[in-house]
């Protein structure tokens, strides 16, 4: 794989976090190249908190990120973006690509919890996770899509998302998605006809957090810039969906919902670090 041409870079994330005999949480293994960079981790709550920095603009077409994170029994690791990811008109008419993998060994705890994903006007982007969970494992996985730069009129003006998911418990597969979005495609008419630049929210939850399901302090969250909905999966998993109005209402949730979670498991919040959440 090439690591960098004219216009495109091609970059990697390998990270293990493993706990110390004293019950904290490090990075064993830390490994990155552009278009990301670490910040300093910090522990907080018990938790190693990772910010995923990219150090360019955002996405270009043509770039290409693998990421492989492995979170080891005992560990609790939450991962963070700084600010809003941002991926580019495309020029060649090539993809960014975001290949990224996730694994929580049994009694583990992993978190993604990033700002909003924002595509610009003509942008052309795919994304592919793979989540592996031991049984007992804990996650909290947050997707959070924009519908563009809301405020430059850019609203569902890209070429191209596709976005992919898999999700497995002990080996079972609990949850698949594959769907893609064109800006211009009829595909996106139900999310207009709601709100005109709405924000999809998409949260998985497994582990200690489901025991004590805060459904019906959830519900409260949805209204009138909020439509909502949540679930158990066959198996471990819940499911939160959620169409938000703008940016505020999808912020609101992501930031409320998180609380509840933490709260009714009985875990401190960790902090990230950053003036939000």
């Not at 522990?43 to 979170?71: I, R």
């Not at 495309?90 to 705890?109: E, M």
């Not at 049984?135 to 430059?152: C, E, M, Q, T, Y």
């Not at 002990?170 to 005109?196: H, N, V």
């Amino acid at each position: 794989m090439e690591e960098l041409t004219g216009n495109s870079v091609s970059g990697h994330l390998r990270l293990r976090c493993e706990v110390r005999e004293d019950g904290v949480p490090f990075l064993a293994e830390q490994s990155f190249r552009a278009p990301v960079h670490l910040s300093k981790p910090h522990v907080d709550a018990g938790c190693l908190v990772v910010s995923v920095v990219n150090p360019t603009a955002g996405f270009f077409d043509g770039d290409s990120l693998v990421s492989e994170v492995e979170v080891c029994s005992g560990a609790k690791l939450v991962m963070s973006t700084p600010a809003a990811s941002r991926v580019f008109r495309t020029r060649s008419g090539k993809a960014a690509v975001n290949r990224q993998k996730f694994s929580v060994a049994a009694g583990g705890f992993f978190e993604w919890i990033p700002e909003a994903f924002i595509p610009h006007a003509g942008a052309n982007y795919e994304q592919r996770t793979e989540i592996e969970l031991e049984a007992g494992a804990g996650l909290l996985f947050v997707d959070w899509i924009s519908p563009g730069r809301v405020a430059r009129g850019e609203v569902f003006e890209y070429e191209r998302l596709r976005w992919e998911l898999d999700l497995k418990v002990d080996g079972r597969l609990m949850a698949r998605e594959r769907y893609e979005m064109r800006g211009a495609g009829d595909g996106l008419e139900g999310i207009k006809a709601m709100f005109e630049a709405g924000h999809y929210v998409s949260v998985y939850v497994a582990g200690r957090m489901i025991d004590a399901w805060p459904g019906a302090e959830l519900d409260k969250l949805g209204g009138e810039d909020v439509y909502m909905g949540h679930g158990r999966l066959e198996g471990s998993v819940m499911v939160l969906r959620a169409l938000c109005r703008d940016s505020l209402a999808a912020r609101g949730l992501v930031e409320k919902s998180r609380a509840l979670l933490y709260g009714n498991a009985g875990m401190t919040v960790p902090n990230l670090g950053r003036i939000f959440m």
